[in-house]
């Protein structure tokens, strides 16, 4: 494909977003109907898609609507390319621009367009990270950074990183985490790679290994919403004598045994109605269902379709969670919170609320992460009953 005639069919793929489908579905229906984009094609197309939902409002308003052209020639101009090099009419490139789409708007962007977020979502975010909120807005219009995890119980470093060079992948370390890696070059060599295949590594955002990182050694871990096991897999491979991972949507565990297969990890999947008689355990690792705002860079659409409604119910299942995961935490045993957001109503508030309902227990450690080229933002806490 010519670079204009990926330019139109984000542009197709976008419109079908703004008409309310999910973006993953779109790409995805797009690629089935249209065999010839090859995999460079389809991976210049969704980055444009995403590059687009990350900055929706801002590229909207540079490319004068909100439409998938709008948007596209948004991005375009917010990239330096002049829109009239691609709208040409010719072959596949889109339409030739019209007379209102010849010129951006003139002035200064308004802030409410360049934060890029809902403004209500504003809002909660300078009450959430403070005076960082600003920069932490900005920071969420870029793409996250990739990385791995090394998967320590098979490989080290040094190892791991000549194999990945082998491979093509080019990685450097990462300061969030001794076992993350940031990949520098070669994204999508990865998947074929061997390092990747056999196991030595697993693909993880560097907050995520350090909120494992700050886990205290325990026999029996329990990763009470393990969704895909992303942390349940590190905590096996730091070593622990039993590894329990539990969803309440057991789907969400689907690749687990394939990913424990390739780890060489041993992890025992139970269903809701075992946890007890399973029980007790020594951690209880609760990585709550959030907003997300801390990965929104991976997520994007997630920022635009979080109504303050949707986000009262979460923090309700956030407090729910933590109520059902205390009734099976031995005595001793810790109780560790985790999200991958950085609204302080999701993180130091549920904790605060969770201790208020909880006569006995303290936090004794946490931290958040804040959104960074490192990592994405994240919260954590640790919560023990004191004697
Ligand atoms: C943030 S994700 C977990 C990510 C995962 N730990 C990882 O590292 O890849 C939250 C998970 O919580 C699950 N969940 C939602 N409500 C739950 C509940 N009441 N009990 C247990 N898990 C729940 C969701 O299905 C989702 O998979």
């Known amino acids: 494909m010519t670079p204009a005639a990926r330019v139109a069919a984000a542009i197709e793929i976008l419109d079908m977003i703004g008409d309310g489908l999910p973006a993953e579905q779109v790409l995805t229906r797009w690629g089935r109907g249209n065999r010839f984009a090859g995999s460079k094609d389809r991976a210049a197309i969704r980055d444009y898609v995403f590059d687009v939902l990350r900055t929706k409002r801002s590229t909207a308003w540079l490319g004068n609507a909100a439409t998938g052209r709008g948007l596209m020639i948004g991005l375009l101009r917010a990239q330096g390319i002049d829109p009239a090099t691609m709208f040409t009419g010719e072959g596949h490139a889109p339409q030739v621009l019209q007379d209102y789409e010849l010129t951006p708007p003139e002035g200064e962007i308004p802030a409410s367009e360049a934060w890029n977020m809902p403004d209500w979502l504003k809002e909660r975010m300078v009450e959430g990270v403070g005076e960082q909120a600003e920069a932490t807005a900005f920071m969420l219009q870029e793409r996250a950074p990739v990385t791995l995890r090394i998967n320590t119980s098979k490989t080290n470093a040094s190892d791991v ?60 871990v329990l990763d009470y919403c393990a969704g895909g096991g992303g942390k349940a897999l590190a905590i096996a491979a730091r070593g622990a004598d039993a590894v329990f991972a539990h969803d ?46 801390g990965s929104w860079r991976r997520a994007p659409e997630a920022k635009w379709n979080l109504t303050a409604e949707n986000l009262e119910k979460t923090k309700q299942l956030q407090d729910d969670i933590l109520d059902a995961a205390i009734q099976i935490v031995s005595q001793g045993g810790v109780l560790a919170y985790a999200t991958c957001s950085i609204l302080r109503e999701e993180n130091e508030e549920r904790v605060q609320a969770f201790l208020e309902r909880h006569e006995g227990w303290e936090c004794t450690w946490e931290k958040t992460f804040a959104v960074t080229e490192a990592g994405d933002g994240f919260y954590t806490a640790h919560l023990m009953e004191t004697k």
């Open 248 to 293: 309440v949507d057991p789907a969400r565990m689907r690749d687990l045994p394939l990913r424990s297969a390739r780890a060489e990890a041993e992890i025992t999947e139970l269903a809701t109605g075992d946890l007890a008689a399973s029980g007790p355990y020594d951690l209880v690792l609760v990585d709550a269902p959030c907003s997300g705002s």
């Open 161 to 220: 990183t000549q194999m990945l060079t082998e491979a093509g992948v080019t990685v450097e370390a990462n300061p969030l985490s001794p076992t993350a890696l940031t990949v520098v070059e070669g994204n999508r060599r990865i998947r074929n790679a061997p390092a990747y295949m056999d196991g030595f590594v697993e693909l993880q955002d560097a907050s995520s290994q350090a909120v494992v990182d700050a886990l205290p050694q325990a026999s029996r």
